[in-house]
């Protein structure tokens, strides 16, 4: 698999992360400020929960995403194994001795 598609994926969760971080901020952020009725307090409240509802939507966008190119890379390595099986027993023996070593040296 390409180190792009990897990078790419990697930069989504930390996104999705992020983005699920703010939301729970700004959710505390409102209730935190629930009791008070000022003209302009109550209209920045508003403005806020149109956004957390916009940004819910994407956050759940973007992880349906994730998801799918999760499982087509897992789809895409099952294949691989299947049509060349000592390649990647190959590759996982030599993972694991280069694993062995370096846990061998502490």
């Known amino acids: 698999m390409p180190k792009i598609r990897e990078h790419t994926l990697a930069d989504k969760d930390k996104l999705v992360a992020?983005?699920?971080r703010?939301?729970?901020d700004a959710e505390e952020l409102m209730q935190a400020t629930a009791h008070q009725t000022?003209?302009?307090v109550v209209e920045l409240r508003e403005r806020i929960s149109e956004n957390?509802?916009?940004a819910r939507h994407k956050l759940a966008d973007a992880e349906a995403v994730i998801k799918e190119r999760?499982?087509?890379m897992a789809r895409a390595t099952d294949d691989?194994?299947?049509d060349h099986p000592w390649s990647a027993i190959g590759a996982a023996a030599g993972?694991?001795?280069l694993v062995g070593m370096l846990i061998s040296r502490r």
């Open 18 to 20: 992020d983005l699920q």
């Open 22 to 24: 703010v939301i729970g």
């Open 38 to 40: 000022e003209g302009k």
């Open 52 to 54: 957390l509802r916009e």
């Open 70 to 72: 999760t499982a087509e």
């Open 80 to 82: 691989y194994v299947h």
């Open 95 to 97: 993972v694991g001795l």
